[in-house]
């Protein structure tokens, strides 16, 4: 089951390092700052722990505009869909 909700950003985990696009992270926070953030990311719950692997820009955005939290689809899974996600 997947549910959306507002997950603190400083308890997601990002295993995968990414370098953004800085002037697509610039927009973003425009629109966040403006709209509100429209799309949520994807968060694997893992034994409790959060884990994101996609929605990099926005999460970038959202952390430099100062933010708590980041709206997020979560979806629990077992350590071994993690390990897919890691591999």
Same mark, same amino acid.
């Given at each position: 089951?997947?549910?959306?909700?507002?997950?603190? %950003?400083?308890?997601? *985990?990002?295993?995968?390092?990414?370098?953004?696009?800085?002037?697509?992270?610039?927009?973003?926070?425009?629109?966040?700052?403006?709209?509100?953030?429209?799309?949520?990311?994807?968060? %694997?719950?893992?034994?409790? *722990?959060?884990?994101?692997?996609?929605?990099?820009?926005?999460?970038?955005?959202?952390? *430099? %505009?100062?933010?708590?939290?980041?709206?997020?689809?979560? *979806?629990?899974?077992?350590?071994?869909?993690?390990?897919?996600?890691?591999?």
């Amino acid at each position: 089951m997947v549910k959306v909700q507002e997950i603190p %950003l400083n308890e997601i *985990r990002r295993p995968l390092p990414r370098e953004n696009d800085q002037e697509k992270v610039k927009a973003l926070m425009a629109s966040i700052a403006e709209i509100g953030q429209q799309e949520p990311i994807d968060i %694997l719950e893992v034994e409790g *722990r959060y884990y994101g692997f996609s929605g990099c820009h926005r999460y970038e955005a959202c952390q *430099r %505009l100062g933010k708590e939290t980041i709206l997020a689809k979560v *979806r629990k899974a077992p350590k071994s869909v993690l390990q897919m996600h890691i591999a």
